[in-house]
């Protein structure tokens, strides 16, 4: 279960995604890889930069939030020194190697007597067509 209210329940990010859309639209999930996860360790909770993430730059800067949670300056703000094209999603703003492609639509279309699965991944809201386009029995 992605979320509940009482009301709504959503077993997946995609059905969340579609329920709330515009709202949450670059929402993501993955297994994050952390350098530690030892609280006394001086990286601690700090994303592996060298294992691609859909985090890498795919949040939008929020006026007020110019450093992560450790002071790290964000993207778009004075001082910024990373190569991202945008802030990071979530608390640590890192240095990532490349970024991974996310769901963001997974369309399925009956043609008797087969199924056709339109599958779009993307790194932004803007990608228009099908990144994988099959049919199944």
Do not use: C
Not at 37 to 65: K, M, Q, R, W
């Amino acid at each position: 279960m992605i979320f509940t209210d009482g009301t709504n329940n959503d077993q997946s990010l995609i059905s969340y995604k579609v329920r709330v859309a515009p709202s949450d639209a670059l929402s993501g999930t993955e297994n994050t890889s952390f350098l530690s996860t030892t609280g006394s360790s001086a990286n601690f909770l700090h994303v592996d930069g060298s294992v691609a993430s859909i985090s890498e730059s795919g949040a939008a800067n929020i006026a007020g939030f110019t450093t992560d949670y450790d002071n790290d300056i964000r993207s778009g703000n004075t001082g910024y020194a990373g190569t991202g094209t945008a802030s990071d999603m979530g608390a640590d703003d890192m240095r990532v190697l490349q970024r991974l492609p996310w769901l963001l639509q997974l369309t399925l279309h009956r043609i008797q007597p087969l199924y056709l699965v339109s599958i779009l991944l993307g790194m932004t809201t803007q990608q228009v067509k099908p990144d994988l386009l099959f049919l199944v029995r």
